[in-house]
């Protein structure tokens, strides 16, 4: 198994979310109510497993693989995916400020929400695309064995670390517990 097949399989859980995520929107836009504690559990979703592990793992570990293996950071691929993922946490703050205006009663955002939700949505799912098909590919030539097992080997050490042990199952756990709730 290469590390990119990892991040690939992280992005079926992702994509996953983003549909959750968007059937959510949909339920509030229509003046449905959400349970609490399934929009924290997206929320941490969002922060945690997308950014701190999933993005972690290519900002701290792969795209310095990449660059160490000649391919630029500026004006390719690598600067691209950078500026995306700072796009992404733009939106996941503006969404918590949102969500929390909305569940505070102080404010009727629904609207506020969808927009920022169809925003990331279609800010990730880009994202992916161009992973899977540019970046990842690009990964799988330029990176030779021993630098794909110490990908993996970072990877792993990364989740341990940041996440903590069996964090990523409890993620996958709310994944299928909130596809069955927002996903026919």
């Keep these: 198994m290469q590390a990119t097949d990892e991040l690939k399989k ?3 859980g992702i994509e996953l979310m ?9 339920r509030l836009d229509q003046g449905q109510q959400v349970a609490p504690d399934h929009l924290s559990g ?8 997308v950014d701190k592990c999933h993005h972690g793992k290519e900002e701290e570990f792969l795209f310095p693989a990449l660059e160490a293996a000649g391919v630029p950071r500026e ?4 600067g691209v995916m950078l500026k995306e993922h700072e796009q992404g946490r733009v939106l996941v703050s503006r969404l918590k400020g949102a969500l929390a205006a909305l569940q505070s009663g102080a404010v009727s955002n629904e609207a506020g929400v969808q927009a920022i ?6 800010l990730l799912s880009q994202h992916i695309v161009k992973e899977n098909t540019v970046l990842f590919p690009m990964a799988d030539e330029k990176l030779d064995a021993n630098s794909d097992i110490e990908l993996i080997e970072a990877f792993e050490r990364l989740e341990k670390e940041r ?12 994944l299928h517990r909130l596809q069955d709730e927002y996903l026919d």
């Design 42 to 49: 997206i929320m941490e979703f969002l922060t945690v497993f």
């Design 117 to 122: 939700v169809g925003e990331y949505v279609t």
């Design 18 to 26: 983003l549909n959750i995520l968007q059937s959510v929107s949909n």
């Design 163 to 174: 996440i903590g042990v069996g964090k990523h199952e409890e993620f996958h756990a709310l």
């Design 75 to 78: 004006g390719g691929p690598i």
């Design 10 to 12: 992280e992005h079926h």
